[in-house]
């Protein structure tokens, strides 16, 4: 199954991205011998992921010659991927050395 999912994942990324980059996140586990847990981060990430599971499971369906499978949703929040700005960088690192601070003051720094 996980190999289906990473292939159908690097289809996915080549034709659509958007859809790609929503559900590039979720993991999808065998909880019973015809239950699929997928397991996803946001509402929006699920809706992206609606849009095109019939394409992902009509073939995995198929390829593994059971047609009784079924899909359960599971929100999982550890999924989240934060986005690391410049700022979030430079955040960090003056929490360490507080001395940036005075620099980034003196020196006017952009991190946008």
Same mark, same amino acid.
């Given at each position: 199954?996980?190999?289906?999912? *990473? &292939? #159908? =994942? %690097?289809? =996915?990324? @080549?034709?659509? +991205? @958007?859809? $790609?980059?929503? +559900?590039?996140?979720?993991? =999808?586990?065998?909880?019973? /011998?015809?239950? +699929? /847990? @997928? =397991? $996803?981060?946001?509402?929006?990430a699920k809706h992206e992921f609606e849009r095109v599971q019939a394409d992902?499971?009509?073939h995995?369906?198929? %390829? @593994? &010659?059971n047609f009784k499978i079924e899909i359960l949703y599971k929100a999982d929040t550890s999924l989240k991927r934060e986005v690391v700005t %410049? *700022? %979030? +960088?430079?955040?960090? #690192?003056a929490e360490i050395n507080p001395v940036l601070r005075d620099l980034e003051d003196l020196m006017k720094f952009d991190f946008t």
């Open positions: 199954m996980q190999n289906e999912w *990473r &292939n #159908f =994942l %690097k289809e =996915l990324s @080549v034709s659509d +991205i @958007v859809a $790609y980059n929503a +559900i590039s996140s979720f993991q =999808l586990c065998k909880a019973d /011998e015809n239950q +699929i /847990e @997928v =397991l $996803y981060s946001s509402d929006s992902f499971f009509n995995f369906k198929h %390829k @593994v &010659n %410049k *700022r %979030k +960088i430079f955040d960090k #690192f």
